[in-house]
């Protein structure tokens, strides 16, 4: 239905938990390397993912490898703090991807610019807060874009 896409993911436990989300959820999962962490039993177990093994789920090499693939989604939303769109404001289809940064530096400006004003950001009521957790955001995002589809179907 709708296709979670990480770039450089660098925590374990949030990953772990991101993909809880798409398995529940019924969503692809997109790992783009490299990963913070090795995709491990005891990485994976610590999140609560005991179930890893039946997630849809696609690794790629990097950046480029991923624009490559004929399973990438064709329509692409970049979730980011930097973005002046809300999410809100978006219509989400089937297979969707909704593209999120790591933990530590976000998403590099190249990919920034690929996205141009598929660019999406979770409103915040403080502004003095930085960020969500990852695992948070994507659980918000994925849910509002299946709220959306299902409202179509």
Same mark, same amino acid.
């Given at each position: &239905?709708?296709?979670?896409?990480?770039? !450089? #993911?660098?925590?374990?436990?949030?990953?772990?938990?991101?993909?809880?989300? !798409?398995? *529940?959820?019924? !969503?692809?999962?997109?790992?783009?390397?490299?990963?913070? *962490?090795?995709?491990? =039993? +005891?990485?994976? @177990?610590?999140?609560? &993912?005991?179930?890893?093994?039946?997630?849809?789920i696609l690794e790629?090499?990097?950046?480029?490898? $991923?624009?490559?693939?004929?399973?990438?989604?064709?329509?692409i939303f970049l979730?980011?703090?930097?973005?002046t769109k809300s999410?809100?404001?978006?219509?989400?289809? +089937?297979? =969707?991807?909704?593209? $999120?940064?790591?933990?530590?530096?976000?998403?590099?400006?190249?990919?920034?610019?690929?996205?141009?004003?598929?660019?999406? &950001?979770? #409103? +915040?009521?403080?502004?003095?807060? @930085?960020?969500?957790?990852?695992?948070?955001?994507?659980?918000?995002?994925?849910?509002?874009?299946?709220?959306?589809?299902?409202?179509?179907?």
């Amino acid at each position: &239905m709708i296709e979670i896409i990480l770039h !450089c #993911p660098e925590i374990p436990q949030n990953t772990g938990n991101i993909g809880r989300i !798409c398995a *529940f959820a019924d !969503c692809r999962l997109h790992l783009i390397h490299p990963l913070g *962490f090795e995709i491990s =039993d +005891k990485n994976l @177990r610590r999140a609560g &993912m005991d179930y890893w093994k039946s997630l849809d789920i696609l690794e790629h090499g990097d950046w480029p490898s $991923f624009l490559r693939s004929e399973q990438r989604p064709e329509n692409i939303f970049l979730f980011t703090t930097h973005a002046t769109k809300s999410f809100w404001d978006a219509s989400f289809r +089937k297979g =969707d991807g909704l593209l $999120f940064g790591n933990e530590g530096s976000g998403i590099p400006q190249e990919i920034h610019d690929w996205a141009g004003e598929q660019r999406l &950001m979770i #409103p +915040k009521r403080k502004n003095d807060l @930085r960020s969500l957790n990852l695992a948070v955001s994507v659980g918000i995002a994925s849910y509002e874009a299946i709220r959306q589809i299902s409202a179509i179907n």
